[in-house]
């Protein structure tokens, strides 16, 4: 019974070092709160959308249904066309939805400045751009954001009907290495 128990200590001896070894080998997960504004200009100067496929119904549909746009949109600290940048939006969206203005957007957050210079965020989601607030989800990250998941609130800021250019505010919750 005596060499039972010594084993028994024994084993689970060696699980915890091993369990510290392991848990030495992976890095702490971290939260990160970013706030920061997006310039979607459809017009005028300095264009960053331009709409590259549609389907015949397009233009005759009230929500602009199966047309593609690419994106190079200004992210910049405040609303303000001469806020600083931080980054970029990059990637496409494509309207939906044949009821409501809801874009498929798959785009990355390209920071250039700042304690996130160089780091990017994956988003892929249904953007309902008429709604108050709208929740994207985050599915990836590279560098300061390596395996990012979380997810961004969108709110419009401004918005122009003539000629589609927008302003949207980003809150966004990022977990990551």
Same mark, same amino acid.
């Given at each position: 019974?005596? /060499?039972?128990?010594? =084993?028994?200590?024994?084993?689970?001896?060696?699980?915890?070092?091993?369990?510290?070894?392991?848990? /030495?080998?992976?890095?702490? /997960?971290?939260?990160?709160?970013?706030?920061?504004?997006?310039?979607?200009?459809?017009?005028?100067?300095?264009?960053?959308?331009?709409?590259?496929?549609?389907?015949?119904?397009?233009?005759?549909?009230?929500?602009?249904?199966?047309?593609?746009?690419?994106?190079?949109?200004?992210?910049?600290?405040?609303?303000?066309?001469?806020?600083?940048?931080?980054?970029?939006?990059?990637?496409?969206?494509?309207?939906?939805?044949? /009821?409501?203005?809801?874009?498929?957007?798959?785009?990355?957050?390209?920071?250039?400045?700042?304690?996130?210079?160089?780091?990017?965020?994956?988003?892929?989601? =249904?953007?309902?751009?008429?709604?108050?607030?709208?929740?994207?989800? =985050?599915?990836?990250?590279?560098?300061?954001?390596?395996?990012?998941?979380?997810?961004?609130?969108?709110?419009?800021?401004?918005?122009?009907?003539?000629?589609?250019?927008?302003?949207?505010?980003?809150?966004?919750?990022?977990?990551?290495?």
């Amino acid at each position: 019974m005596g /060499e039972l128990k010594v =084993i028994a200590v024994a084993a689970m001896l060696i699980m915890c070092v091993l369990h510290a070894a392991e848990a /030495e080998g992976h890095p702490e /997960e971290k939260v990160s709160h970013l706030q920061f504004y997006f310039h979607d200009t459809v017009s005028g100067k300095n264009v960053t959308v331009v709409q590259v496929a549609s389907a015949k119904m397009t233009s005759s549909s009230p929500t602009l249904f199966g047309g593609v746009a690419v994106i190079d949109d200004w992210l910049t600290e405040g609303p303000e066309a001469t806020s600083k940048m931080v980054g970029k939006a990059q990637g496409l969206y494509t309207s939906a939805c044949l /009821e409501e203005a809801h874009l498929l957007m798959a785009m990355t957050l390209v920071f250039s400045s700042g304690e996130y210079n160089g780091s990017t965020l994956s988003v892929v989601g =249904i953007n309902a751009v008429f709604h108050n607030v709208r929740e994207l989800p =985050i599915v990836g990250g590279t560098g300061l954001f390596r395996l990012a998941r979380g997810y961004a609130l969108a709110h419009t800021y401004f918005y122009d009907q003539t000629t589609g250019n927008a302003i949207v505010g980003y809150n966004v919750t990022a977990f990551h290495f």
